[in-house]
């Protein structure tokens, strides 16, 4: 039988059972659906619309019940359609008519939205705490490579030297970001939707300031056509999910080259790499590369929800129920990307030796020459040009700017003297980076500091 069984001649077709129900997916809503209907039973029994008694025998059945569904002895039924009917349905066969009276003053589209604004508030807590983590990682391995100098580099051409410590600090500085996007995206989950009815509110007196405050909400909605379609929280959260992917993607990318044998930076550890089937030689980044590849599954969640909402009329519509599958996907990928990547990073081996001879190649001290004509007096464009011809003869001699001799410098400039040898090393050049946010390492240890104070 169904809950809307009453209008209906003949019974749904199965194909329709089976296309429109969603059982499969939001049984995951399960606790958030039982904690929100025990709130709304008591406030129900608080502002006398249901007595206490009957208050009170609700909340024990759906104590019981979330109880038996923990254990494993619930199993959902199909035609029950959805997660919050399952939920009524076995209740009223647990403690009987009483039962029925649980889904006064409520809709299922009131319900659907308390439901996943709760979940998505608990899953934020939870990837900022493994945001957090992976930041601690990285502020930890930046303090350990303060001095390990490697190529900066800008079209993938070397550039100019910076320190490893830099380079990963660049990253945390994302990830910042992104627990602040998912705060800001708290804020607006944390609003209270029940009590909207199924649209128009409802003509019972409620009490919505005590639902919210006994499911912890921050905030009541102020309109009840909104707050029964509003998916916003679900797209923000898949914007910033989306932003928190593409910041591990680049950084997988990395990874990824600088395993190769041209770059070899870095050696993945053996437990977070993979072998080939017919090249016994091969050690392959596969998680890396498929956190670059999960990355576009996450856009996928967020274009299609934002392709699901956009043509939509106020209040709810069923194309709303296509909102879970892309929000929980985003989730579950996000979890487990952060789950597998920090102690992918954490247990890589840093081969400093590569890192520092690809700094002192590819002239990425050539800047550091022309700022040393520049302090001189030599106007910084003609100091560009004098030095764009040394590094051209030095291709031909096939030298660094660092082993012309006095005698070849003098003649690209009278200008250059002894002392141009010791502002040119790559270790100084990083070091004397020193401007806030630069790769020296007194410019990286206050970074990290500040960014622990953030945390
Ligand atoms: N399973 C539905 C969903 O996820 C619940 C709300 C259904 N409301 C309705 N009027 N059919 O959106």
């Not at 508030?121 to 930041?135: C, G, N, S, V, Y």
């Amino acid at each position: 039988m169904k809950l809307w069984g009453g209008r209906f001649q003949k019974t749904t077709d199965r194909l329709v059972e089976d296309f429109h129900s969603s059982i499969s997916f939001d049984q995951r809503l399960y606790k958030q659906d039982i904690k929100g209907s025990i709130a709304h039973a008591t406030m129900l029994g608080k502002v006398g619309i249901i007595s206490p008694e009957e208050a009170a025998q609700i909340a024990a059945g759906l104590q019981k019940l979330l109880e038996e569904i923990e254990g494993g002895q619930v199993e959902f039924d199909i035609a029950a359609e959805d997660i919050h009917m399952n939920v009524e349905q076995l209740l009223t066969a647990k403690i009987g008519a009483v039962g029925k009276k649980l889904h006064t003053a409520r809709s299922r589209n009131d319900q659907v939205a308390v439901d996943i604004r709760m979940y998505l508030k608990d899953e934020i807590t939870e990837i900022r705490a493994q945001l957090k983590e992976l930041i601690e990682t990285l502020l930890d391995l930046a303090e350990q490579h303060l001095h390990t100098v490697m190529p900066g580099y800008t079209h993938l051409q070397r550039a100019q030297p910076i320190t490893l410590g830099h380079h990963l600090m660049a990253y945390t500085q994302m990830f910042l970001r992104d627990r602040e996007r998912l705060a800001d995206c708290y804020k607006r989950a944390d609003v209270l939707p029940l009590g909207s009815g199924a649209l128009a509110g409802t003509t019972f007196p409620l009490d919505r300031e005590y639902t919210a405050e006994l499911l912890g909400f921050a905030e009541v909605s102020d309109n009840s056509l909104d707050a029964v379609s509003d998916r916003d929280f679900a797209v923000e959260f898949c914007a910033a999910a989306s932003l928190l992917m593409m910041h591990l993607s680049r950084f997988c990318e990395e990874i990824i080259l600088w395993s190769t044998g041209e770059f070899a930076f870095i050696e993945l550890d053996d437990a977070y790499s993979t072998g080939s089937s017919i090249m016994p030689q091969k050690k392959n980044p596969d998680v890396a590369e498929l956190i670059r590849g999960k990355t576009g599954r996450v856009y996928g969640d967020l274009t299609g929800l934002l392709t699901m909402l956009k043509g939509l009329p106020l209040a709810y519509n069923k194309d709303m129920q296509e909102d879970k599958e892309a929000l929980f996907d985003a989730i579950d990928t996000v979890k487990g990307c952060l789950l597998v990547f920090r102690p992918m990073i954490a247990t890589m081996t840093v081969r400093q030796d590569n890192m520092a001879k690809a700094a002192r190649g590819g002239f990425t001290n050539a800047t550091d020459v022309a700022d040393y004509l520049a302090k001189k007096g030599i106007p910084f464009r003609e100091a560009h040009e004098i030095v764009g011809k040394a590094v051209f003869y030095c291709l031909q001699q096939n030298k660094n700017l660092e082993e012309l001799t006095m005698q070849e410098y003098q003649e690209l400039s009278p200008v250059f003297t002894d002392d141009i040898y010791a502002a040119i090393g790559v270790e100084y050049c990083a070091a004397a980076r020193k401007v806030r946010g630069g790769p020296a390492p007194e410019a990286v240890q206050q970074a990290i500091a500040r960014t622990r104070e953030k945390l």
